[in-house]
C-alpha cells in the first residue's frame, strides 16, 4: 500500500444556504483553470433548474482543479438531510471534507447529519466558518459550538483536533484571520494540500472500483462513477461487474474517463485513487463492483438509510386530464424504473390500485422534487397524502422522529411551543442568538407534515425552520389534523366571478374567475371545519328590468397560490393533489357527491 500524493479527494459538507455554492464559484475563478467565458454567473455547479430556483443543491456533483503541482477532485454533496442517498454514496469517494458553516448560525441539523456520515467514513475534516463579513458574525463562539458538535457526533481524537480556517465565498477570500475583509483563496487551497491526506492504494492489485454514481447519455448508455480502490483501468480491457448476491456478469471497458475542470476528459488508462467515469458495462448499478477479470471478491456495498415517508402515486383520471405527454401506467412504471437506477434511497412497489404505486422516500422535498421533475418532463400525475412508514420492533409499533430545529425572534416563542407541542415535539434545547431564539425539539416526522405553513402563519413568517432524521421511537397518539374543512365543486364549467363573491365570505379561495372546475374539485378552504358542496359556475340571473341599487361591484381577493409543498401538506387523507404540466389542483378522491355519501356510509359500517 502506498500514499499519492499528486491527488485530494475532498468533500464539501455544509447546511442549506451556508453558501456552499458560492465558496466553490470563488475557488474555481480563482484556480487560474478557466477563462472568464467558461464561469457566467452565481452558482455554478448548480446546472439543474430545480437547483437554481430553490437556491438548494440536490444532486452530488464532482469537478477537478488542478493547484499547483496537485489535482483537487472537490465532491459537492447535497446540504438537505433528504438527499442523505446522494451523500452516503458521494462520501465513499472522499479523504477528507471541508465542512462549511455559516459564521452566525453555527453548527445546523443538515450540517450534523452530514457530519455523521463522514465520521462513519473515517474522513479527515477541515473546518470552513463562512460569511465572517456578515455585520452579525461571531466566528470565536461557531467554533466552539463546532468542537461540542463533532464531541457529540462521535468524532475521533484525530477528527476532534480539526483544522479551520475563516472566508467569506461572496467576497472571494479566506484567511486564519477572524477579522479579515480581503484577500483570497490561496490559504484555503495551501490547507487542503497539507492537511487533507492523499488516498492509499494499492497500485499492483487487481483493478477494483465501487460504483457510487450513475449518469446516462444517449450516445454511450449508463456511465458508472467512483473511485478506483486498487490496480489501473485501461481502456478495452475486459472486467467483471460483481453485483448483488454473488452474480457475476463479464464484460468490457470502452472508455475511461477523469474529471477535469468543469468537465470529463478521455484517458487510455488511470490510476488507484483517481475518480472516474467508465463506459460500456450496460447493467451497473450503484453498489456494483468493478474488477478485473482475476478479482472475484466484491467491495463493501453502500448502505443507504431506508425511507421514512411514502406516498400513493397514481393515474390521473379527472375530467380535465390530458395536458401532459405521459398519462399512463405505463409511462409512470418507466420513469420509476430510470429514477431507480440513480436515485438510491427510493423505493417504488405496486400499490393494491392497478393504477398506483407506493412511492417511498427520505422526506417530504426527496419526493416533491421527484414530483416536480416529472411534471417539467411532460407527465401528469394524481399523488396521495404523505404518510409516514411505521415499523415494528420487538412487536411493538415504531415512528421515524426528526431533530427539528426553529430560529425565531423573542416575540413568536409562544407560538411556536404551542404548535410543535401540539404535535407531540419534546424541546431539548434553547438558546439565545442576538434577537433570535434558538430552539431544539425531538417531533415525530407525522408532526411536521403540515407544520411549515402554520409556523410561519404564527410568526408572521419569521420563523427559520430546518429538520433531519433522528431515530425510530414508539409509535405516539394521535396528531391534530387540518381544522378546517374545504369548499367541493357540484358543478363543472369556468369559475364566475358573481359566485366567488359570494363564497369568498365563507373562506378562502384557491380558484380565480376563468379556471376551470369540475365535480369533486376542492376550490377553496372553509372557515368552518366541515366540508362544504358549493357551485362556483353559477352566474347572476339576468332580467331585462334595471333597478337602483340591484348590481354591485365584484371586489375578489387574489386566491391563494398552492405550490407543490404546500398543496402535500395541505390535503388529507380522502383528497389528492391532481398535477399536469401547467397547473396544480386539489380534489377529493371520489368525485360524485353521492360516491363520497355511499364510501362514509360503508365506511361506517366497517368501524361497527
Not at 480563482?30 to 452565481?42: H, T
Not at 492504494?201 to 446516462?216: G, I, R
Not at 403540515?450 to 409509535?475: D, F, P, W
Not at 368552518?528 to 357551485?535: E, G, H
Request: aromatic residues 6%.
Amino acid at each position: 500500500m502506498k500514499r499519492r500524493d499528486d491527488i485530494r479527494n475532498v468533500a464539501i459538507i455544509a447546511h442549506v444556504d451556508h453558501g456552499k455554492t458560492t465558496l466553490v464559484d470563488s475557488m474555481l475563478r480563482q484556480s487560474g483553470q478557466f477563462r472568464a467565458s467558461q464561469l457566467v454567473g452565481e452558482r455554478i455547479l448548480d446546472s439543474n433548474d430545480i437547483e437554481r430556483e430553490r437556491g438548494i443543491t440536490i444532486l452530488a456533483k464532482n469537478i477537478a482543479i488542478n493547484y499547483g503541482h496537485s489535482k483537487i477532485n472537490l465532491i459537492d454533496t447535497p446540504g438537505h438531510a433528504d438527499f442523505g442517498g446522494e451523500v452516503e454514496r458521494t462520501l465513499q469517494m472522499a479523504d477528507g471534507a471541508l465542512v462549511l458553516v455559516d459564521a452566525f448560525e453555527g453548527p445546523m441539523p443538515q450540517t450534523k447529519f452530514v457530519l455523521r456520515k463522514a465520521f462513519e467514513c473515517h474522513i479527515s475534516p477541515i473546518v470552513v466558518i463562512n460569511k465572517v463579513d456578515r455585520p452579525d458574525a461571531r466566528p470565536d463562539e461557531v467554533l466552539n459550538e463546532i468542537f461540542d458538535t463533532f464531541v457529540e457526533l462521535g468524532a475521533s481524537d484525530e477528527q476532534s483536533d480539526f483544522s479551520y480556517i475563516f472566508a467569506s465565498g461572496r467576497s472571494g477570500f479566506a484567511s486564519n484571520d477572524p477579522k479579515a475583509t480581503e484577500g483570497d483563496m490561496r490559504p484555503l487551497f495551501d490547507l487542503i494540500l497539507e492537511k487533507v491526506p492523499g488516498p492509499v492504494v494499492d497500485p499492483d492489485a487487481p483493478f477494483a472500483m465501487l460504483c457510487t454514481t450513475l449518469d446516462f447519455s444517449e450516445y454511450v448508455g449508463r456511465i458508472a462513477i467512483g473511485r478506483i480502490f486498487s490496480g489501473t483501468v485501461r481502456r478495452g480491457q475486459r472486467a467483471n461487474l460483481l453485483k448483488a448476491g454473488g452474480v457475476v456478469v463479464p464484460g468490457s471497458i470502452d472508455g475511461v474517463l477523469v474529471f477535469d475542470k468543469l468537465g470529463r476528459v478521455d484517458v487510455e488508462e488511470a490510476e488507484a485513487g483517481d475518480i472516474v467515469a467508465i463506459v460500456g458495462l450496460s447493467t451497473v448499478e450503484i453498489g456494483d463492483t468493478i474488477a478485473a477479470i482475476e478479482r472475484t471478491d466484491p467491495l463493501p456495498r453502500i448502505e443507504v438509510g431506508e425511507p421514512t415517508l411514502s406516498m400513493l402515486f397514481t393515474v390521473n383520471d379527472s375530467p380535465l386530464t390530458g395536458e401532459g405527454k405521459f398519462l399512463t401506467t405505463r409511462h409512470l412504471k418507466d420513469r420509476f424504473d430510470r429514477e431507480l437506477e440513480s436515485n438510491v434511497a427510493l423505493r417504488v412497489e405496486p400499490a393494491e390500485d392497478l393504477d398506483a404505486y407506493k412511492v417511498s422516500g427520505r422526506g417530504l422535498l426527496h419526493l416533491s422534487v421527484l414530483i416536480e421533475t416529472m411534471r417539467r418532463e411532460g407527465f401528469e400525475l394524481a399523488v396521495g397524502k404523505p404518510e409516514v412508514i411505521v415499523k415494528k420492533i420487538d412487536g411493538v409499533d415504531h415512528e421515524p422522529y426528526e431533530f427539528l430545529v426553529v430560529d425565531v425572534p423573542h416575540s413568536h416563542i409562544g407560538p411556536v411551543m404551542e404548535l410543535v407541542g401540539a404535535r407531540r415535539g419534546e424541546m431539548s434545547k434553547m438558546d439565545m442568538k442576538g434577537a433570535y431564539a434558538h430552539i431544539e425539539f425531538a417531533i415525530p416526522a407525522r408532526g411536521l407534515i403540515g407544520l411549515r405553513n402554520r409556523l410561519m402563519s404564527a410568526t408572521q413568517g419569521e420563523a427559520i425552520m430546518h429538520h433531519s432524521y433522528l431515530e425510530y421511537r414508539v409509535l405516539r397518539g394521535d396528531i391534530p389534523s387540518r381544522s378546517n374543512g374545504v369548499m367541493i365543486s357540484m358543478a363543472r364549467g369556468p369559475a364566475v366571478a358573481f359566485s366567488l363573491d359570494n363564497l369568498q365570505q365563507r373562506g378562502t379561495m384557491f380558484v380565480a374567475p376563468g379556471d376551470d372546475i369540475y365535480e369533486g374539485m376542492i376550490i377553496a378552504e372553509n372557515a368552518r371545519s366541515d366540508d362544504m358542496v358549493v357551485n362556483p359556475c353559477k352566474e347572476k340571473k339576468l332580467t331585462n328590468m334595471r333597478a337602483s341599487g340591484s348590481d354591485k361591484n365584484v371586489l375578489l381577493k387574489p386566491p391563494r397560490v398552492l405550490t407543490l409543498e404546500i398543496a402535500l401538506e395541505y390535503i388529507e387523507t380522502d383528497e389528492l393533489v391532481e398535477i399536469t404540466p401547467s397547473k396544480i389542483r386539489l380534489r377529493k378522491k371520489v368525485l360524485s357527491e353521492d360516491g363520497r355519501k355511499r364510501s362514509e356510509r360503508s365506511g361506517k359500517k366497517v368501524g361497527v
